[in-house]
């Protein structure tokens, strides 16, 4: 079984790209071309761009606050192979795990501060002992791929 997010990526790339867009459009007519000015006080625009820069911040920055990462998951083959890459505005953490079914150990799903974070850890025997891989943020991965991950895994174990 192959899986990934990639389809869930796309999406905050493209929510960010609308955002971006936005924002210097909203920017431009409201400074630049003063078309606000004629209708709003100064100060309530001032307010308004204040809440519209925070939104716009919160937008882009959700993936990387969130820990949100491209998750390549596949079990074909003689080995358990778990890819994944940071997204967001600083892209550049791509790491794998690759552990042959013969030797796959387990795995322990964890979730930090109340849930809101979501972590894999993979085991596998190396000279006769259990080791432990550091954990994987699964976060960006819907409750249904978690499933099928955690269901592939388990007849592993």
């Not at 079990?75 to 358990?80: I, W």
């Amino acid at each position: 079984m192959t899986l990934n997010n990639g389809k869930r990526i796309v999406a905050f790339r493209l929510l960010s790209l609308v955002t971006t867009a936005l924002f210097v459009v909203y920017m431009l007519l409201a400074y630049f071309a003063r078309v606000f000015s004629s209708l709003i006080d100064s100060d309530i625009l001032d307010l308004i761009s204040v809440v519209v820069s925070v939104l716009y911040l919160i937008s882009v920055l959700w993936p990387l606050i969130r820990q949100y990462k491209y998750i390549y998951f596949s079990d074909d083959g003689n080995s358990v192979i778990l890819r994944w890459y940071s997204v967001g505005l600083i892209s550049g953490e791509s790491k794998s795990i690759e552990i042959p079914k013969n030797a796959f150990a387990g795995f322990e799903i964890s979730t930090k501060n109340l849930g809101f974070y979501r972590y894999i850890i993979l085991y596998q025997f190396f000279q006769n002992k259990k080791a432990g891989y550091p954990p994987v943020p699964v976060t960006a991965l819907d409750s249904a791929q978690l499933k099928k991950i955690t269901d592939a895994l388990l007849m592993y174990k």
